[in-house]
Structures are given as C-alpha cells and as structure tokens.
C-alpha cells in the first residue's frame, strides 16, 4: 500500500502584537510576518490529517492573552543554535491548557505526531542564522506583547511560514482617538485582568512601565483600578520618569457581545 | 447648529437643560463651530454647569477641546461662599501656564550656526522628555518645599535664577497665597524633588522665533516688543508634584463620596469652605507656586545658554509675562451690581485681566495684562492684551486647541521625517520622544488666528502682536 505524502511540519502557533525594539543585536532576524509563540508541534501530515487540523479547537475565550518578553536566550540551552526571546503569560487563557487541549483533541482524532515530553516554554524565536549568543544575551531587552491570532502554521522553509487556519482574537486593548490626551478601550474578563491589561497597555506607549508590573493586587472596584494605575504612574515617575501624568476618573465598565467588560480609559500627559 | 442661540459677537448660549444649574456661554465664531467637532467638548460644558454654586455661566473658550471632566478651554466661577472647588477642574498639571520673555536681537542677527548651537545648549541646559529631571542638582528638601509655599517665585530669584523685576511680569507676583505643604503627600514631594527647571513632555515645550507682526504700536513699545525681535516662549506646569496633588485629592474626595450625582467623576469636589476643600485649595496654591519657580528656572537656563552662546547678557533678556492657564483662584468680581469673591476654576484658559485692575502690576495698568496664545510650532502664536471683560470673569483663550487627536496626528506623519518636514518649513524641531513630534505636528491643532479673531470679536482680549517659530524643543 502507498503511504500518502505528508508535507512540511505543521503546527499550531500563536503571532503577537508588540513593540519591537528598533534594532536587534543582529541583522540576519526572522521576518516580523514570521515570528509567532509556538503551542504545538504537529509534525508532517497526509492531506487528511492536515484539513482535519483546520478544524482544531478555538480557546476557551476570544479574548486575547498578553505577557511580556523578558529576555533573548540561546537555545537550546545546552548547546545553543538560536536565539529566542522568553516570554511570560500574565493574562489571558493559560496556553498551557490550551496546549493540553489541543494534544487530546489531536489524539482523539487519530493524528499521529511526537507527543511533547517537555512542559510548555513560552518563547519567540527571531534568530536562527549563526547566532553570536553572547551578543544578544548582553543586550537584553523587556517589551509587552499580546496575543492578535491562532494559527495552524506550516513551515515553508527558510523561516517561512504559511497560515492555513487563523482563529482572530479579541485584542486587550486598543488605542483610540482622544483629542486632548490618549486614550484606550481596555477589555478583560475581571477588574483584575482590566488592571493588568491596562498596564500591559500603558507599557506599549512607555516600555519602563513593564517593570513595574503589578499582577497580584487584589481589586474590587473601577475607581481601585484607577486609584492603583496611579500608584504606579507615580513610581514611575518617581524612577525613571512617566510621559503620564494620571488616569482619570472617567468612562464606565461595559459589557461587550462577548461576555467581557470593557473600559475607556483616558490618560493625561 | 448644536442648540447654540448666538447673544454677541462670537458669544453663543447652550441652554439650560436638565439639572444643570446655569447655561453654558461658549466664545467662539461660526467658523469654528462649523470646522471643530463641538459635540463632546459642549456636553462637558453642561456637565460642568451642574456644579453646586456656579455664578452665571459654564464657559468655553474657542480653543475649548473634549478633555476629561471639565473641557480644556473651560471657566467655571463658584461662589465663595456656597459653591465648590473641582480638582478636575484644575486639571493634573497645576498651574501649567507659558511665559514670553524678549532680547534685545533680532533672530536675524544670529546666523544658522548660531541657531543650531543655541538650541542645542537649550537643550542641554533644559531637560525635557520623559524622566529628564534636573540631574546634577540637589533634591528638594522639606525646608525648600517650605519656602516655596511661602515665597512663591520669590524663592528661585532669590537663590539667584533671576532678578527682581521678573517678579512683577508673573501673575500675582508669581505667588499664590494660601499654600500649605502639610496638605501635600510625601509621594508629591518626592515626584517633584528633582523636577524643578524641567519642561517635562506632551504638549510642553521651549521655543524661539521672532515677533512677525505688531498690531498695537503703543502697547508693543510699552512691554518692550518690536517687529522682527527675537522671542522665547516657555510652557510648563508642576510636573509631576502637581499631578500628584491633583490625583491625591481626587482620590480622597472619590473615596468620601463627593462625586455622587455628578454627572461625570473627574469633576469631583468640595465646598470650598469645607476642611476638604480648604485642604485642596492649601495643596493647590503649593503646586502652583512650585510651578513658578520651575518656569523661572527654566528662563535661568535659557538666559545663561544665551550669555554662553550669543553673549547676551543675561539681564538684558526681559521676561514680559508668565500666565497660569490650569488654576483655581479667588478673585472679586461684579455680580449684580456687587462686588463678590469667587473661586475661578480656568481649565486650559488664561486670565485676561484688562486696565486699571488692582490686581496688575504698574507696568500694566494703562494696558492690560498681556494674555499669552500660543499657536503650534509652525503658523503662529500671539500675545494680545486682556480686556477684563466681566462676561468670562476677566479670561481669555490659552492657545490654539487642539483639532487632533494625537493619535489621528501620529498616524496621519506616519514614514515622514517629521524634523526634516519641518526643517524645510524653516523650523528647526529637538526632541527627545519622535512621537511628540508627530503628536504635536501643528496640523493637530486649530488656526490660532481663527481662535484670536473669536476672542477679539467677544472683547476678551486685543491684539498686540503676532510670532512666529523658528527654534522649537519639545518634551
């Protein structure tokens, strides 16, 4: 019996939105186009198996996870060949059981690959040619980032990469027109994902506020969240020099089609 | 258009609907209204007329643009005795305000090169941009911020950023009475302990050009100011120790429930006679006084990049005026036939005191205050003189407006050199932030000359001069 031509590696990924330094430690960098977290790994697949992979699983919401880049590694840690840059999930759907629910799905449906054997290590690739790993590792950087899409990927070669199923989702936060000061709709599924989002959103117009993250606070009121985001304009002033002056008491919770609030807020500066 | 019944030249009524307790007056000339989206800025002049105590009117001026709580561009009045003070109606940046200084060259007598010099040691010598603080000085101590309540401006000249006659071209002297730092927050005090001297960002900036137009030859010459004359403006605030004091206060005035039944949160406040209120206005007169010193810093640093570069001498450099243009003050004023003490909120508005006001200093009493306009870092800016018309309560514009938002400006300059752009538009631009560049792109804001003229139309003020920017810093 013939057995059927797989192609290329597929997996399932997640691209982000971020803030990407204005140069990296090297010039031979993978294409912005390319660069994504990858969830799992599908291997090669017959034709049936990968339409079949069109159909994988949506995350549990649409609502899209954000976390932040903390540093570039050479990985794999042993005996390096790449640079990655780390990342660590602070809001969102954990991709962990995102990743768990996608291996049985997969295994439910008789798609046969290598099962991971490692836990899930967040982390973006964005150099494989002859890395200098000590250059990169001594020029680090911390930037946000929020996850736009869900994509089956399968590789092209080269560090090319082609989209064959995209689920989009809900972004944190988005800039809006605001005539005197900026301004955001922030969504979460909680006060405290709203805090956290809109400090994920301040720090994409002034990375230092990414350092002062506040992920554990205990929240139990719109004007908390206010009265909290001002606490860290202020340390941030205070350190390193904030171009915000305050959050205003403004705007109201809404609920949008999708079951999460959303917030406008407005920043002074 | 937008309910507006006109009653004067470039006056119009927004009727009185619902619980607000006045109407609002918005200065403007059809031009304006027909050109600038009016529709949120007039919705927060009517939130703003349903504050306890507001006498006459909830007032806009042409450059009025949608801000938070009250609209940048908005006069409120409170009786002293039964109305409110609003810290939202101040604004983050107390006393923010701009001050016009001359030389005695023209900006022709210095050639490119010295331009280019001149600007960068402004540059050096100012900080501006974010976190650019004052580097090398000595923080702030308990017994600076002391003196500072109590002196007002009084306290850099005497350290030595300045001279003595500074002090009377600064509104009320460069001091407000009444500043008390007990009502402060140590988190204010350590925001501002290395700010003074500083542009910070947004919208502040330092900029030199030339006086391209004078309109009233007599006024002109009585403030020193001729065509062609080489002028620098300064516009900044209380930095960072005044954006805490307004966030401490609206905080504890959220938290005691003050903003119930307001229509909006941000317009949160106290009766002025109250503890809470009183303990506001003591916070505020301390940043505004804070603001001036920084403001006559700045002029310090400029005078001594001028003597450096130029080799001009640094008293030769005459300050015209500093106006606050985010404050609250008491002021007396005719209501019904009789003189009353008011709290006048000005939020992104300018005092416009006219002649023979006793609150002027001898050099304006024949004139009139000078009332600063600036434009955006292209067209123009002007400096007129106040008429102290009693319909706004003596106020006037405090620039052009904005017409954009920053983020519509950003993406409309998006893959354009903007410093180049402007570069060839004979306008030399320093920043440390690109995006302030494109945010403050002088597309983003409204003609000045359009707000001028509605002023001038609603005798708020008269022109006295026109300028024009050449050498810009923005934060």
């Known amino acids: ?269 | 258009m937008y309910d507006l019944k006109e009653i004067g030249p470039a006056l119009f009524e927004l009727p009185k609907t619902g619980n607000m307790k006045v109407p609002g007056l918005i200065v403007a000339t059809e031009k304006l209204i027909n050109n600038v989206d009016f529709a949120k800025p007039l919705e927060q002049v009517r939130n703003v007329a349903h504050l306890p105590g507001i006498v006459n009117y909830s007032i806009a001026m042409p450059d009025i643009h949608w801000g938070y709580g009250f609209p940048i561009g908005g006069v409120a009045a409170m009786d002293l005795e039964n109305g409110v003070i609003s810290p939202g109606g101040v604004g983050y940046d107390i006393n923010c305000g701009v001050r016009l200084a001359i030389a005695p060259i023209t900006l022709k007598e210095l050639d490119e090169r010295t331009q280019g010099q001149l600007i960068y040691k402004i540059f050096d010598l100012v900080p501006s941009g974010v976190g650019r603080g004052q580097k090398n000085s000595h923080s702030l101590k308990e017994s600076d911020y002391e003196k500072i309540a109590q002196m007002g401006v009084k306290w850099a000249v005497e350290k030595g950023y300045g001279f003595q006659e500074d002090i009377e071209h600064i509104e009320s002297n460069g001091f407000i009475n009444g500043a008390d730092m007990s009502f402060i927050s140590e988190l204010a005090k350590k925001r501002g302990e290395k700010q003074l001297g500083s542009i910070g960002s947004g919208n502040h900036f330092l900029e030199i050009g030339e006086v391209e137009e004078v309109f009233d030859f007599e006024t002109a010459s009585k403030w020193n100011i001729e065509k062609n004359q080489l002028y620098l403006f300064i516009h900044t605030g209380s930095r960072g120790f005044g954006h805490q004091v307004c966030g401490d206060y609206l905080d504890q005035y959220i938290d005691k429930g003050f903003a119930e039944g307001l229509p909006d949160k941000q317009l949160v406040s106290a009766p002025i006679q109250s503890k809470d209120g009183k303990a506001y206005f003591s916070a505020m007169a301390g940043a505004a006084n804070f603001a001036f010193n920084n403001r006559q810093m700045v002029l310090h640093a400029v005078r001594r990049a001028f003597k450096e570069v130029c080799n001009i001498d640094p008293d030769s450099i005459k300050l015209v005026y500093d106006v606050c243009h985010n404050i609250a003050k008491i002021e007396e004023h005719q209501i019904n036939d009789s003189l009353k003490k008011l709290c006048v909120h000005r939020k992104g508005a300018t005092r416009a005191f006219g002649p023979k006001s006793a609150e002027l200093a001898k050099d304006f009493q024949t004139t009139g205050q000078p009332v600063l306009v600036p434009g955006d870092m292209l067209r123009a800016s002007y400096i007129l003189a106040g008429l102290g018309n009693p319909v706004t309560f003596g106020s006037c514009c405090h620039g052009a407006g904005r017409a954009k938002s920053r983020h519509q400006s950003t993406n409309a300059w998006k893959g354009t050199n903007v410093v180049e752009h402007m570069q060839k538009k004979g306008v030399r631009v320093l920043a440390s932030s690109k995006r302030t560049i494109t945010e403050e792109m002088y597309d983003a804001y409204k003609d000045v000359s359009d707000v001028v003229e509605a002023v001038e139309k609603a005798s708020l003020a008269r022109k006295v001069a026109r300028l024009r920017p050449h050498l810009v810093v923005k934060g």
């Not at chain 1, 602070?90 to 291996?103: A, S």
């Open chain 1, 1 to 269: 019996m013939r057995e059927e031509k797989k192609t290329n590696r597929l997996f399932i990924g997640a691209s982000v939105v971020t803030v990407w330094p204005n140069a990296f430690p090297s010039e031979e960098i993978i294409k912005e186009r390319n660069r994504h977290i990858t969830i799992l790994f599908l291997d090669g697949q017959d034709d049936n198996s990968k339409n079949l992979l069109k159909t994988f699983p949506k995350p549990e919401s649409v609502l899209s996870m954000a976390g932040f880049f903390s540093k570039y590694i050479g990985l794999p840690k042993r005996s390096p060949h790449l640079v990655a840059m780390e990342g660590e999930m602070i809001t969102g759907i954990n991709l962990e059981n995102y990743r768990n629910q996608l291996l049985k799905w997969s295994e439910s449906q008789g798609i046969d690959f290598k099962k991971p054997k490692r836990p899930f290590y967040p982390h973006l690739t964005i150099c494989r040619k002859n890395p200098d790993i000590s250059k990169w590792e001594s020029e680090q950087i911390k930037i946000p980032f929020y996850v736009d899409e869900i994509n089956l990927y399968q590789s092209m070669g080269n560090s090319e990469y082609e989209k064959l199923k995209t689920y989009s989702l809900v972004p944190i936060f988005e800039e809006i027109s605001h005539t005197a000061d900026i301004a955001f709709t922030i969504r979460g599924e909680s006060l405290q994902s709203i805090f956290i989002n809109a400090q994920i959103a301040l720090s994409f117009v002034c990375n230092s506020f990414i350092d002062f993250l506040e992920t554990n606070k205990e929240i139990s009121s719109q004007d908390q969240i206010i009265m909290q985001l001002n606490k860290i304009i202020a340390n941030v002033d205070i350190e390193v020099g904030s171009p915000f002056k305050a959050v205003s008491f403004h705007g109201s919770f809404t609920k949008s089609e999708n079951g999460f609030y959303q917030w406008e807020m407005i920043v002074d500066v």
